[in-house]
């Protein structure tokens, strides 16, 4: 019933696109929060390639973990050499745990770039992270088919001085989105391909292609394998010891 109602609405949408009336960003927004956030947790097994003048430098296998509405876990299991290395996002805190040194250390997330550090997007699928981008305020138009989104802050301290988010209006799924510094000056892009149910009524990009302020192919992420709602348990979202559980 869920998906045939969400079936009807986006019919009506379209309609009115196909008469001139685009949807409004609010509209965008709560479709694709609806197609791709409707769950309490998920588990997946990814495939991370690393680029460097455009040919493949590194491979790595992780395990992600995600916990609604702002925990993500991220455990390395290849190459070798990075096996048992994690790390762990809760809220705006952030730790990295280094296996070979048997120690946690605590990371700034406003530091990391989009480009490096391509599991920052897993995250824009937990509730919490979604909300910042109604941070901005967005003007919609037309684009090749598409829905183009262009944000601009209406708060101090946004994380980006705007957003371009292409969405796909048959099915609204992102399939492009651009990252801009205050300055205007271009961060990243990201692609999202392989549009996929991966649970009734839930979508995913299982390939999404990162590329840098250069327009140079960076990192591939696929995802291999996802089970969304399997009871991942809150213990593996724990902070380090002594972190007070704030990152202190």
Known sequence: M???AMGIVSLCILSSAALGQLPVPDEVLDHMEAVMGGFSDLEARLSIVHFREGQPDLQQEVKLYLLQQDKLRLEYLSPDYLAGNVSLAVGDSFWVYIAAADTWYEKDLSELSPSQQPWIMFRALLRSVRSEYREYSYQVKADGGLLLLTGTPTEEGAVYGRIELWVDPENWLPVRRKLYDVDGKFLAEARFLQHTEVAPGMWLPLKVEVYDEEGKLVSEVS???????VGV??????PPEGSGGSGG
């Open 223 to 229: 995802y291999l394998e996802v089970k969304v709602d």
């Open 2 to 4: 869920k998906i045939f």
């Open 233 to 238: 348990p809150e213990s593996l979202f724990a």
